[in-house]
């Protein structure tokens, strides 16, 4: 049976943990990159069984 999981996270900000060049813009750590007013995570869990061969 697989079980589904969807979170929603509203104002996401991703920032740089190093010092970063993106085009002609260069980003100190701490400093925002990138802003998402909304996103979406999801995840997929099967469960599964083990399964012996003999013969």
């Known amino acids: 049976m697989a079980q589904y999981g969807?979170?929603?996270?509203?104002?996401?900000?991703?920032k740089a943990?190093?010092?970063v060049k993106i085009g002609n813009q260069t980003?100190?750590?701490g400093q925002p990159v990138v802003y998402f007013t909304t996103a979406q995570?999801?995840?997929?869990?099967?469960a599964a069984?083990?399964?012996?061969a003999q013969g």
């Open 27 to 29: 980003f100190h750590p």
């Open 49 to 52: 069984t083990q399964v012996y």
């Open 6 to 14: 969807i979170r929603d996270i509203v104002d996401l900000v991703l």
């Open 17 to 19: 943990r190093t010092h």
């Open 41 to 46: 995570t999801a995840t997929v869990e099967g």
